[in-house]
């Protein structure tokens, strides 16, 4: 795959290991736009409790029901926040090995023991830089390809995958590269 790289690409071998999997999958969890509304609505709702219990003519059982509420469905998400990176890193279990991608101006190439793929920029709709990771967005679904700042063999071949992400996704990635 890599045998004949044009100036302007970069190639990435790794392995993505759990320490760096995890987190992505949290973040993915924390992203989620629902996730967001039932955290906002839990935090309302313990407030509105406090506000219930604070009033001496309310109903102090209704003020302790919103509160109870609230922290259940908060522990609740706490629950998914921290099982379901774990049950997502076990479930592609068979799917993990060794991943190379290819970046050139005309496309991204993928090999994996179970893929090999050639797709255009326009299938990533943007790039994130994320701590120890970019992240590219495929389409407008929550799916990411996710390539450890560590795949990169140098700081050029770094900067060379960051002009090649800002030139062909909506770019969020921090200064320089690490």
């Known amino acids: ?3 004949n790289v044009p100036a302007d690409s970069v190639v990435v071998e790794y392995e993505l290991t759990r320490d760096e999997a995890i987190p992505f999958f949290r973040w993915q969890v924390s992203q989620a736009f629902r996730m ?4 906002v609505m839990m935090v309302m709702l313990a407030a509105l409790g406090a506000v219930f219990l604070a009033f001496p003519r309310a109903p102090k059982v209704l003020g302790v029901a919103m509160i109870g509420l609230a922290v259940l469905e908060l522990l609740g998400f ?13 479930k592609f279990e068979a799917d993990r090995g060794s991943t190379t ?26 790039s994130i830089e994320h701590h120890e990771m970019y992240l590219l967005r495929v389409g407008k679904r929550r799916s990411y390809v996710v ?8 700081r050029t071949d770094e900067t060379v995958f960051r002009s090649l992400a800002e030139r062909h996704t909506v770019a969020h990635l921090w200064g320089s590269p690490t």
């Open 147 to 154: 390539v450890p700042k560590r795949a990169f063999r140098s």
């Open 36 to 39: 967001r509304i039932v955290v």
């Open 1 to 3: 795959m890599a045998g």
């Open 101 to 126: 991608y290819e970046f050139t101006d005309e496309s991204v190439r993928v090999h994996t023991k179970n893929t090999d793929a050639v797709n255009r920029w326009a299938a990533y709709s943007e």
């Open 78 to 90: 706490g629950w998914l926040y921290v099982s379901v990176p774990a049950r997502s890193w076990k």
